[in-house]
């Protein structure tokens, strides 16, 4: 079983997680640099660009879905896996599940087993 942790800074619990189960890989990957509008367009890492957090909130579809590609991608030659992440990086994650699993036109070649989102929502939940 492969599982993505998105945005995962701390390195440590990747050593915790691994010592706990061997037959896991974990894959972190970090977002791209990008200006984000919600920070006044400084730049940081995120999947996705955002203006605010509501649930009137624009959602920017299509870094949404070149960042769900580029993960798709990633574990495209991995195992059955799970995917998850911590706040934008939950977002994705739970984006990235729902479209794999719904939406055939992306192209997305992997449908989590399991989806684990901390601190985060559905984007385009509407």
Not at 36 to 65: H, P, Y
Not at 95 to 121: E, F, H, M
């Amino acid at each position: 079983m492969s599982a993505v942790q998105l945005d995962l800074q701390d390195r440590w619990v990747l050593k915790m997680y691994g010592w706990m189960n061997k037959n896991v890989k974990w894959i972190c990957p970090t977002a791209p640099r990008r200006p984000l509008t919600i920070l006044g367009g400084m730049e940081t890492n995120a999947w996705f660009d955002t203006a605010e957090l509501s649930e009137n909130m624009q959602d920017d579809v299509a870094s949404l879905n070149h960042a769900a590609l580029s993960i798709a991608n990633l574990l495209s030659e991995e195992p059955p896996n799970g995917i998850g992440g911590i706040g934008f990086g939950a977002a994705q994650a739970l984006y990235l599940a729902s479209k794999g699993c719904y939406d055939t036109n992306q192209r997305l070649q992997i449908k989590p087993r399991v989806v684990i989102g901390l601190n985060g929502w559905l984007p385009v939940w509407r």
